[in-house]
């Protein structure tokens, strides 16, 4: 089992719409939890952490669950600007020291 | 502010032979980490140093080793280059790993 798993994708999303998607994350001592965006070719760019009691920036919103242990993103309202891929990324200490392991990506594709 | 940046951006390197790569930490990050990202994949936890010191290792062979540098620069050594070395290499810097990383734009190894 990956220690951090997205579903791949793609989804398509018509402009305007609402998409949320999960990840799921197997170490329970993980610490700190983000989603970063990544545009083809580009490098990672960090979207927003995520918290416990969940938080918003604009359009987007996170949630963290640490007991069943998956983090969502939701995307309200999307732009065609929102197309990308969107890592989900879990900071957390196992035995080689602290670690940051980032799942596989979620594609979006923003259609007018 | 200054971001991260990583030289060079491309390289063409043979199967046997040895590289190394550079990273200059955004201004004020003390914590610089390595990725190795393949075509289509999430990127993947080489290591990460604090203060000149590896502080987290992920599944990658001993030939795959690093440096920190005083002012916070880095370096990552690959020797004995296989063909599946070949991905896109990201370097990230933090001051507190729980706000985040910010990625430098990479660079694109080539092994044939």
């Known amino acids: 089992r990956k220690e951090v798993e997205q579903d791949p994708g793609p989804f398509n999303v018509p402009e305007g719409a609402t998409v949320a998607f999960n990840c799921t994350y197997s170490?329970?001592?993980?610490?700190?939890f983000f989603w970063y965006r990544q545009d083809c070719r580009k490098e990672p760019k960090l979207l927003m952490s995520?918290?416990?009691s969940g938080n918003e920036d604009g359009r987007f919103t996170a949630q963290l669950n640490r007991a069943s242990q998956y983090i969502s993103l939701l995307i309200r309202d999307s732009k065609l600007s929102d197309s990308a891929t969107y890592l989900c990324?879990?900071?957390?200490?196992?035995?080689?020291?602290?670690?940051?392991?980032f799942g596989g990506g979620t594609r979006v594709l923003v259609k007018p | 502010e200054t971001g991260v940046t990583q030289s060079p951006t491309h390289l063409i390197k043979t199967r046997g032979q040895q590289v190394t790569l550079r990273c200059s930490s955004q201004?004020?990050?003390?914590?610089v980490s390595w990725y190795q990202q393949a075509l289509g994949q999430g990127p993947q936890f080489i290591f990460q140093?604090?203060?000149?010191?590896?502080?987290g290792r992920g599944n990658f062979p001993p030939r795959f080793s690093g440096l920190q540098f005083p002012n916070y620069s880095s370096e990552l050594n690959v020797n004995a280059l296989e063909l599946d070395d070949s991905a896109l290499y990201l370097c990230?810097?933090?001051?507190?790993?729980?706000?985040?990383?910010?990625f430098g734009s990479g660079t694109r190894l080539t092994v044939v």
């Open positions: 995520v918290y416990s």
């Open positions: 201004s004020g990050h003390n914590t």
């Open positions: 140093y604090y203060r000149e010191e590896e502080n």
């Open positions: 990230a810097s933090t001051g507190q790993q729980n706000y985040g990383y910010t």
């Open positions: 990324v879990v900071n957390g200490e196992g035995a080689a020291g602290n670690k940051l392991t």
């Open positions: 170490n329970s001592a993980s610490q700190s």
